[in-house]
């Protein structure tokens, strides 16, 4: 039996190699650049008018006459003389011979003249070209995490494609006779299965879109064979149940004959213990214990920092706060434990019912309290580590 | 021209109507409850073992016979004599004859043959029908956003669809003579589309799957038609750009002609302030400014909102949160201003390149610095409101 600390130690060696995908702009929200992005266009890619209004040569002329309209879009690049005028938008084209935009709200304008009322300094109201940013300039740093401004930024420039980490594909393997699929009156003996639905939901608001169900029986044979199937054609698999000590359970020894290499078996935490962690060439296995919520627990310390790391995200583990105690907590175990809380602003309290195997409470925490196996009681007051469950 | 608090005072009547639709429970992650949900079952459903062991009935016997096996799933109800055993396993159906399950680890087996080693006390390691829900109790109640747990108790509930808050269908509507499509050179006068991309990925962070995009040029007509026919077929409609003051500007006058109610139109802010509500029957009209960081900061401060109460969340405004400014700041203008920023632990600093057509900085901001209109200046260590963007 190892710590928390040491099981979490082992995972952080892991992945041995990150992957890189490809993948349309437009579908790349919340994934992380695996390449810096370069610039393919000046941004602004020609000089702009940033006011609705007047483009001019820069003079201490009074009156100039409009010739021309250049509008947004518009290609034309108007000739001018020093006293005439191009009336200009917002985002137009501004003609090589002007150097300044007169804001309209400066003039007055009678048929094809303007009196200019108040005249900028020179070069005013002009983005110049590539002001923002030059052709071949970074755009984005590798391992940025691509949201809706970053998105917007790199679609302004032309790009269209990205290459960003890829993200898992996973398999959960559910075990246990017991289980029953909803849909159907529960038979004598039997539960619903939840276990997958629950891991799969956790999944996707971590962005792992690719997610595949197995479902096996309680047979040796039959859960080895899925195995195999699940390790060659995934980057993570999670087995649900059937890894405590019973008579029944054949995960241990289907991985085992699987090759996949077993990194630790067995934390000194509650709930959870019984977590099996392993390896083979780069698919990563996490046999999860059956009980819904010590399952889940699992999964948000130690699966969903390595699949955010996998992903490319730095900040792979959920954030800790630390806040106080409303409740006391007798830890007599000499275990790590997670109970699950609710944090409101800078107060924290247990709430009933931690049993592993009732998940409503769960729905209704958004921290976990973590408190370490050296700390045999936790007081009112006392400042606790939170791990907050809204990602 | 209104103010900020004005602006969100009149989009916080709405809506005026809630709509609810069924969905699968695997597909109902991040939705929030329209009604309560009763659970349709005992939970657990018969008397469970809470551990590997022997089922008994009570007694001082020190010494009993074990006369059946019952595994998780297995669904026959043993007949037990007083000093005769079950070997039963966590989560198997405890035999109604018996009363109590002592550990695994605390009797010593050999062959039929247990000898108990420390006898637990009465009704011990078993988990009582209904302990966690009983058939017809609340199970959880409307208002509850489903995350993974609550999904997860749902399904061990053997519930298998759930009445949640419509998330709104939402249509965007792109104007602008001067946009191209990306995938080809930029023609001269043009830029690249991205409002569209930018709009469509915070949409889908915020949980929006129905997402039209309808480009139209400045034009009057098109630009009417295009509206009328957004404005049947959804929630919400967002223009994004044709609402300054331009003189090839139509939106405005294509959305009266359409009948709808313009309920505000420009904010006393920065940047943003062409920003323009309505509403017709049902359908929510935002007419954003086209420069793409307006539009964006437009949309987070108001049209989000909105989306978040359609969708029924009681949370429905970005988080906000006070931290010390490194940066001075200077508002002679009597405007709101939202400053694109970077926030870590209690400091936050203005990033460069403020100007409304830059979307590089919002890329890298982590918050908005919102300055209300009587601040004219900030100083740096000055306390500033801060909006956080990560949702």
């Known amino acids: 039996m190892i710590s928390v600390q040491q099981a979490l130690d082992i995972i952080d060696r892991f992945p041995n190699r990150f992957s890189s995908v490809e993948v349309k702009l437009q579908d790349a929200l919340n994934l992380v650049l695996f390449e810096d992005v370069f610039s393919p266009i000046n941004m602004p890619p020609f000089r702009q008018s940033a006011m609705d209004g007047y483009a001019i040569q820069y003079s201490e002329a009074e009156k100039f006459t409009v010739i021309e309209e250049s509008k947004a879009g518009d290609s034309t690049n108007y000739t001018l003389k020093p006293t005439e005028a191009v009336r200009i938008f917002t985002g137009a084209l501004v003609p090589d011979h002007a150097d300044t935009v007169i804001m309209?709200?400066?003039?007055?304008?009678?048929?094809?003249?303007?009196?200019?009322q108040k005249m900028p300094s020179k070069f005013a109201n002009i983005r110049k070209t590539g002001e923002?940013?030059?052709?071949?300039?970074?755009?984005?740093?590798k391992g940025t995490k691509l949201n809706e401004a970053a998105i917007g930024f790199l679609a302004c420039l032309g790009v269209t494609t990205v290459s960003v980490y890829k993200t898992p594909s996973v398999a959960i393997l559910v075990t246990g006779?017991?289980?029953?699929?909803?849909?159907?009156?529960?038979?004598?003996?039997?539960?619903?299965?939840?276990?997958?639905?629950?891991?799969?939901?956790?999944?996707?608001?971590?962005?792992?879109?690719?997610?595949?169900?197995?479902?096996?029986?309680?047979?040796y044979d039959a859960t080895k064979i899925c195995v195999k199937k699940a390790l060659q054609a995934n980057d993570i698999l999670l087995v649900s149940g059937g890894i405590s000590v019973g008579d029944y359970d054949f995960v241990k020894?289907?991985?085992?004959?699987?090759?996949?290499?077993?990194?630790?078996?067995?934390?000194?935490?509650?709930?959870?213990?019984?977590?099996?962690?392993?390896?083979?060439e780069n698919t990563y296995v996490?046999?999860?214990?059956?009980?819904?919520?010590?399952?889940?627990?699992?999964?948000?310390?130690?699966?969903?920092?390595?699949?955010?790391?996998?992903?490319?995200?730095?900040?792979?583990?959920?954030?800790?706060?630390?806040?106080?105690?409303k409740s006391v907590i007798k830890n007599p175990s000499q275990k790590t434990l997670f109970l699950k809380a609710y944090l409101e602003s800078e107060f924290v309290e247990i709430l009933q019912g931690q049993s592993s195997a009732m998940l409503y409470t769960y729905a209704m925490s958004n921290v976990l309290i973590c408190v370490d196996s050296e700390?045999?009681?936790?007081?009112?007051?006392?400042?606790?580590?939170?791990?907050?469950?809204?990602?």
């Open 177 to 219: 006779n017991e289980l029953q699929q909803p849909g159907t009156d529960l038979e004598i003996g039997k539960i619903y299965e939840s276990n997958s639905v629950m891991l799969k939901a956790a999944l996707q608001k971590s962005g792992i879109k690719d997610i595949k169900i197995i479902a096996v029986k309680d047979d």
């Open 132 to 141: 923002q940013i030059k052709t071949g300039e970074l755009a984005l740093k």
């Open 375 to 391: 700390t045999a009681e936790v007081n009112i007051g006392d400042e606790v580590t939170c791990i907050k469950l809204d990602v």
């Open 286 to 325: 996490f046999a999860l214990p059956g009980n819904p919520a010590s399952a889940l627990t699992c999964f948000y310390i130690y699966t969903l920092p390595l699949l955010r790391k996998m992903c490319g995200f730095k900040n792979n583990h959920l954030q800790k706060v630390i806040a106080k105690s």
């Open 104 to 116: 309209q709200e400066h003039v007055e304008r009678e048929d094809q003249f303007i009196q200019i």
């Open 253 to 280: 020894e289907a991985l085992l004959e699987n090759d996949v290499e077993e990194l630790f078996y067995k934390i000194n935490q509650k709930p959870g213990k019984p977590l099996w962690f392993g390896k083979k």
